[in-house]
């Protein structure tokens, strides 16, 4: 493909590699990427578009589609909301310190806020400090590369996210994969790690570090935390557990798989997570011992060349977190986990029931109902948009092309009509396109 | 019917043989030396290619229990220069309050004093009403909110390219459009001062890194003209390697300008594209703030990439990319930072958008803050013991000592002495900060100057004068 007025220039862009784009993802493109107009709470507000040549272009109409139920927003424990009392401290601290900080942390940017934010998150976790950062992806690919370095190896899960990956390679460390979730494989590549060296060399490595996730965000698997820190204690491994689904989300106080299985936080090395999913808010942090946290503000790309979180955000995850734990004298947040535990346990155990495959472990709130058919994913969303139900579908590449599936993210704010709604339409719906597949009425994959 | 089956073996055979007497000898013998081959490979005794001399389970568990591991981290000493941050209380705006003392903020890069503005703060509000704060998803999973679908309209119309994209931090902006274009095998020509944003971009993206002198067109073109006598060596591989040149529009480690009518006419002279990073010069140079090409009054078309955070003179958070569409649709895919990441908060889009509202209502702002870099820049001249590093119109200085007292450390603890000195007079300036184990190629020691429009002309003075006062009375 030859630009218009750059001849003789490498095309940018190869054929092959565009393949899938052009034939297979443009015809079903308009199921990702829809604009909405509202917050993005348990029900929002979609503006409607239509397009006149097969999904090249869009235009919008002007009107909305309204009231439809979210089933795609990370809003656990709804704290998406525009409740005038409850977003009170963040209006103020909006009015008083601005939007921008203009500076990074270790310059001038470290305002008092984060200050009081680092210290909540601490107790909040039951560690010694934590640190936080602007942005939940960065935060992987900026701090994973300050703590293992060439020499050092990295045992990550096979489904791990982007940032994870990312932050391993920019690193510079050997990186061994082992399979989802299961501890025989892990057991055997820690083994030979230790026993038989770097690869050539034989020198000792000089530290192991294994990458999981909490909840894993297209499997819904909860991580086998007991058995891990077993292993890691056995090998001298280092541990780093991103939580970034699960801090808030599960746990009897929401407190995250730590608390799921009922374990010492000390025993995970790196205890990192986000504030997108169960906050309503953006950035991630991370927490453990305190020579960790002082490494890390000396030594994290973050801290040195990007900007800090703003104020009005980091007053969010305050006010979000105060509520979480009880501080605001409320049992609010309390209320929330257990409504959120419900929702979960309903809405899998009906999934269940109706003779749908769904992954995941039966109490995390990321329920992936699979479809296997690409073809139809694009049948199944727009459906499920006629029926004023929002749903995210995932196909190739972020899964295997076979296995694609619609992931529904069950809100502590949805009321058991929507989900009656829901699980209603998704009835008919697994009829008229031929989704139940199950033959027992559990899941057929049950080492997840 | 078996006799039908039979006799159509049978015919097989037959055919079989036939064949095998009418093949040509040379035919024969090749296929017998191949048999035999193949079968004294199957009854060779195998070997390993490594002599891999397999541990017993007792020796396995011996070396286990030997192994010590080194620490997670390595202890980091209490008075680490960067370890204890200044505490601000309180917005970082124009007067600013660091560890308790009221100051004239010369730290933070808030060119046009938009931190403050009440307007800004607004939007915010009404955008904070309408959508509550965070966006629960990323761009794919509704997390495209009309807010940024604006935001990405108005970028692209100020700038006057047809498309722009939004990330949701500004560090990501470059460190993920890098290896969307280039992969490994392709070549990039970058400058040696280059922010460390880019330097991870290209990291991730593999490819091959040629760093030419900063600001030296001429090694450009040499190491261009190296590139081509390669290139005839292997015209195959030549046509599908790519070729990028990356530059930033203001340097933000030596405050200088790229020199862009000449990097565009090697850009057609030898068919490389140009990446430009704009995060220092957006809202600074141009007479209505467009950036290093309204500048030069070079068209901006000729430009393949532009890239710039909105945390410097939009005082909001996040980053935006600019191009024609074909460019930056591809980043819609295949920009980790966008795909994978929840999408900027609303309420920030709302205040880069009434930021922008602003900027292009008052585009005499543009000059004042450029007579504002020219008055400190000539006030900061001639300071025994300091040298300005930096162009006349930079809004972002850097102070260097003129002699290096010996180790980085050493130079490190004697600025920081000024900058103490200077803090307690009221003047808030900060030490440029880098990854010293990192950086390619690591710049000086230096004091970071910041001036915004917000400072009057004898705040500027002020400054300049307590500055001398310290070098005189730390340097000598």
Same mark, same amino acid.
């Given at each position: 493909m030859y630009m218009f007025s750059n001849?003789?220039?490498?095309?940018?862009?190869?054929d092959f590699e565009n393949f899938y784009t052009r034939n297979l993802y443009m015809r079903i493109r308009?199921?990702?990427?829809?604009? %909405?107009?509202?917050?993005? &709470?348990p029900q929002f507000d979609l503006m409607e578009r239509v397009t006149d040549d097969f999904n090249w272009t869009f235009r919008f109409t002007g009107r909305t589609i309204k009231d439809v139920i979210n089933m795609?927003?990370? !809003?656990y424990l709804g704290f998406?909301?525009?409740e005038a009392n409850a977003l009170k401290t963040v209006a103020d601290v909006l009015q008083n310190y601005?939007? =921008?900080?203009?500076?990074t942390r270790q310059e001038m940017g470290n305002l008092d806020k984060h200050v009081e934010l680092e210290n909540l998150v601490a107790q909040f976790l039951d560690v010694e400090a934590a640190m936080v950062f602007g942005m939940g992806f960065a935060t992987n690919s900026m701090n994973i590369p300050s703590l293992v370095g060439k020499g050092c190896l990295i045992l990550s +899960?096979?489904? !791990?996210?982007t940032s994870l990956v990312l932050g391993a390679r920019l690193s510079g460390a050997t990186i061994r994969i082992f399979k989802h979730n299961n501890m025989q494989s892990l057991e055997k590549l820690l083994r030979d790690a230790v026993a038989y060296?770097? @690869?050539?060399?034989r020198r000792a490595w000089k530290k192991i570090l294994i990458l999981v996730e =909490?909840?894993?965000?297209?499997? #819904?698997s909860i991580v086998r935390l007991p058995e891990i820190v077993a292993l890691k204690k056995r090998y001298k491994a280092y541990l780093y557990l991103d939580e970034a689904h699960s801090i808030g989300a599960v746990g009897p106080t929401g407190r995250g798989v730590v608390e799921y299985f009922g374990m010492?936080?000390?025993?995970?090395?790196v205890l990192m997570g986000t504030? /997108?999913?169960?906050?309503g808010a953006a950035g991630g942090y991370i927490a453990g011992k305190k020579e960790l946290v002082d490494f890390l503000r000396t030594h994290s790309h973050s801290a040195i060349y990007a900007t800090s979180m703003c104020p009005p955000v980091a007053e969010q995850i305050i006010r979000a977190m105060k509520c979480v734990m009880g501080l605001d004298g409320t049992t609010q947040g309390l209320q929330r986990v257990h409504q959120l535990g419900e929702n979960t346990r309903y809405f899998r155990r009906r999934l269940h029931e109706m003779g749908f495959i769904v992954y995941g472990?039966?109490?995390?709130?990321?329920v992936p109902l699979l479809l296997?058919?690409? =073809?139809k994913i694009g049948a199944f969303a727009r459906h499920m948009l006629t029926k004023n139900i929002g749903v995210v579908v995932v196909g190739f590449p972020a899964t295997p092309i076979a296995e694609s599936r619609a992931r529904f993210c069950v809100s502590a704010a949805h009321t058991r009509e929507m989900l009656d709604t829901v699980l209603n339409a998704l009835d008919e719906l697994g009829d008229f396109l031929q989704l139940k597949y199950s033959r027992h009425s559990r899941s057929s994959r049950p080492e997840l | 019917m078996a006799a039908a089956v039979g006799m159509g073996q049978q015919w097989v055979l037959v055919e079989m043989v036939q064949a095998f007497y009418e093949a040509p000898a040379y035919h024969l013998i090749l296929e017998g030396i191949l048999i035999l081959w193949i079968i004294r490979l199957l009854f060779s005794k195998t070997y390993k290619l490594?002599?891999?001399?397999d541990l017993t389970p007792k020796e396995k568990e011996e070396l286990i229990e030997e192994w010590q591991p080194e620490p997670l981290v390595p202890p980091v000493s209490? +008075?680490?220069?960067?370890?204890n941050y200044s505490i601000v209380s309180g917005? @970082?705006?124009?007067k600013i309050i660091v560890n308790g003392k009221e100051c004239i903020n010369?730290?933070?890069? !808030?060119f046009l004093g938009l931190l403050d503005n009440e307007r800004v703060k607004n939007a915010a509000q009404a955008s904070l009403r309408k959508? &509550?704060? =965070? /966006?629960?998803?990323?761009?794919?999973?509704? #997390?495209?909110?009309d807010v940024h679908l604006e935001l990405e309209d108005r970028l692209a119309k100020f700038m006057r390219t047809e498309e722009s994209i939004i990330y949701s931090y500004g560090f990501a902006t470059i460190a993920s459009a890098i290896p969307a274009y280039s992969k490994r095998g392709d070549i990039v020509f970058v400058?040696?001062?280059?922010c460390f944003a880019i330097q991870k971009g290209l990291q991730a993206s593999r490819s091959n890194i040629k760093l030419f002198k900063h600001n030296d067109v001429a090694d450009l073109e040499q190491l261009l003209k190296e590139q081509e006598i390669e290139d005839q060596k292997n015209p195959r591989k030549a046509r599908v390697t790519r070729r990028f040149i990356l530059v930033e529009?203001?340097?933000? !480690?030596?405050g200088d300008i790229c020199p862009l009518p000449e990097l565009i006419k090697l850009k057609y002279k030898y068919k490389v594209r140009i990446f430009l990073e704009e995060s220092l010069s957006f809202g600074v140079l141009g007479e209505y703030g467009r950036g290093v090409t309204e500048h030069f009054g070079?068209?901006?078309?000729? %430009?393949d990439l532009i890239s710039a955070n909105?945390?410097?003179?939009?005082?909001?958070i996040g980053g935006f990319c600019c191009g024609r569409s074909f460019v930056i649709?591809?980043?819609?895919?295949?920009g980790q930072g966008y795909c994978f990441s929840a999408s900027l908060p609303p309420l920030l889009a709302a205040a880069a958008i009434e930021a922008l509202n602003i900027m292009e209502e008052n585009p005499d702002i543009f000059q004042i803050l450029r007579e504002k870099c020219k008055r400190i820049h000539k006030a900061l001249q001639? %300071?025994? &013991?300091l040298i300005v590093v930096g162009?006349?119109?930079?809004p972002a200085l850097h102070l260097q000592l003129?002699?290096?007292?010996?180790?980085r450390e050493n130079d490190m603890k004697l600025l920081k002495r000024i900058v103490d000195y200077c803090m307690n007079r009221s003047i808030a300036l900060t030490q440029a900060r880098y990854l010293e184990k990192e950086e390619k190629c690591l710049p000086p020691p230096s004091i970071r100057v910041v001036v915004t429009v917000e400072q009057t002309e004898e705040e500027l003075d002020k400054a300049a004068s307590i500055i001398r006062e310290a070098a005189q009375s730390i340097l000598n």
């Open positions: 001849q003789d220039f490498v095309p940018l862009y190869q308009d199921n990702w990427n829809r604009p %909405i107009c509202s917050v993005p &709470g795609g927003s990370y !809003n998406a909301e525009t601005g939007t =921008g900080v203009c500076s +899960d096979e489904l !791990n996210h060296g770097q @690869p050539r060399s =909490g909840i894993y965000s297209m499997e #819904g010492n936080p000390e025993d995970v090395d504030f /997108t999913k169960s906050f472990n039966d109490d995390s709130p990321v296997y058919m690409p =073809g | 490594q002599e891999r001399s209490k +008075d680490h220069p960067a370890l917005p @970082p705006s124009h010369f730290a933070s890069f !808030n959508y &509550g704060v =965070g /966006t629960c998803g990323p761009r794919g999973f509704y #997390g495209t909110f400058d040696e001062a280059a529009g203001l340097y933000m !480690n030596t070079v068209n901006v078309d000729d %430009i909105m945390e410097n003179s939009l005082a909001s649709d591809h980043q819609r895919l295949s001639r %300071i025994p &013991g162009d006349l119109f930079s003129e002699e290096t007292g010996g180790s």
